[in-house]
């Protein structure tokens, strides 16, 4: 293994599961992932991804929405249900705008669209890793902005005491938020910082995920994530 691939802390390689129900597709991925050092694994539809989840506990998981029983999108909503929030990067296809929405909902953390390179695969899974795997916490890992508290170490968000429950995606937007309390930052910031690469035309996404957050977070008191239109968002204290 090359000396600069990341692991784990303990010497063994980044897990990446691969489910779709294309076998020559499943290969080049796992070809690809293994190429970068990964230790890759696959299933070919969503039952089978369920169970090697539970079998291998991958760090990362790259999945197709399109298959047949147990599609994409049950599968990752299942996962969520469960309380296992392994990042999950979904395939679409290449103009159904409703797959990327219902994947995003449903708990996914990035998507490609088809036909895609490996090259882009293989840059949004970095990105996953660096962000969900690999991230290391402060020397104090409690953020606090008012009475909202991130802990980077436990993974635990809550607000006025009240637990709050998010995805490694909007943990990591909320983390980027609240290192910047009163700053408005903009898509492109965001979109950089928290996905790590240019979305393009899909600087949408940063709305879907603030609004998920205000879904979670301004229900248990007054708003705190505010929007400059215009500009972009910043969060701060409800009494500021």
Known sequence: MDPHTPTHPDGTPIRVLVVDDAPMLSELLAMAAKSEGWEPHTAGDGQEGLKAVREVRPDVVVLDVMMPGVDGIEMVTRLRTQGNQVPVLFLTAKDDVSDRIAGLSAGGDDYVTKPFSLEEVIVRLRGMIRRHVLTTGPADPVMVVGDLALNEETYEVSRAGAPIELTATEFSLLRYLMENPRTVLSKSQ???????????????????????????????????????????????????
């Open 190 to 240: 965001i979109l950089d910082r928290v996905w790590e690469y240019d979305f393009g035309g899909r600087a949408s996404v940063v709305e879907l995920y603030i609004s998920y957050l205000r879904k979670k977070i301004d229900v248990l008191g007054p708003p705190m994530i505010h929007t400059f239109r215009g500009v972009g968002y910043s969060i701060r204290a409800a009494d500021e």
